[in-house]
């Protein structure tokens, strides 16, 4: 069965989504740890991460997706600098595939050869809308696209009723206190 992408379905596609994600986050941090703060095992747990990413997926989106294959190679290629010879078979291994999606495959030579993975430039773009959700005793209480709108709507207090004004805690202790004082005996306290 040769690779078709479009005959993904949406759940796929989110998965497709969070494999990118989780590629470039990688790619991001490892490359900070190797080249800004040298933490070896920082990046090797960033590597194990993604391992852990695309071992859950699923056979559709092994079979189907660009941005699996581009990210096991990215994978292979931050490994290199840590285990030269594994990466070098796995290398090779990749570039055996028939009819790769991506383009890193289709280079051939050596691991060592390949230039080190960038981050998409579409991921660095800050995202015009952020989906916020506020759940307290797990009821979602409010939920907004992010518009600046909401979050102001949100800060104004409509989180708990539209029409009421927020309260903090200390004004709520405030309010009912004054309704019901706390009693100054404290004579029924067990003894220390």
């Known amino acids: 069965m040769s690779p078709t992408p479009p005959c993904l379905k949406k759940k796929e596609l989110g998965e497709t989504k969070k494999i990118w994600d989780n590629k470039n986050y990688a790619i991001q941090e490892v490359t900070s740890h190797f080249t800004e703060d040298f933490l070896l095992n920082a990046a090797i747990s960033r590597l194990m991460g993604l ?3 695309l071992s859950s997926a699923t056979a559709r989106v ?9 990210s096991l190679a990215a ?8 285990a030269p010879h594994l990466a070098s078979e796995l290398w090779a291994g990749l570039c055996q595939v028939k009819n790769p999606l991506s383009p890193l495959l289709q280079r051939g030579g050596d691991v060592l050869q390949q230039s ?4 998409d430039p579409e991921y660095l773009d800050v995202p015009d ?3 916020l959700s506020v759940l307290i ?12 709108a909401g979050v102001q709507r949100f800060r104004a207090g409509a989180a708990t009723n539209p029409g009421e004004p927020f309260r903090t805690e200390a004004s709520w202790r405030a309010q009912h206190q004054e ?10 306290q067990l003894p220390r």
């Open 129 to 131: 809308f952020v989906e």
């Open 51 to 53: 391992t852990n990413t």
């Open 179 to 188: 309704s019901h004082p706390i009693p100054q005996d404290r004579s029924h």
């Open 62 to 70: 092994v079979q189907h997706s660009v941005e699996f294959e581009e």
């Open 116 to 119: 080190w993975p960038t981050v």
């Open 137 to 148: 005793n797990n009821k979602a209480l409010w939920e907004s696209d992010g518009a600046s």
């Open 75 to 82: 994978l292979v290629m931050m490994t290199a600098p840590m």
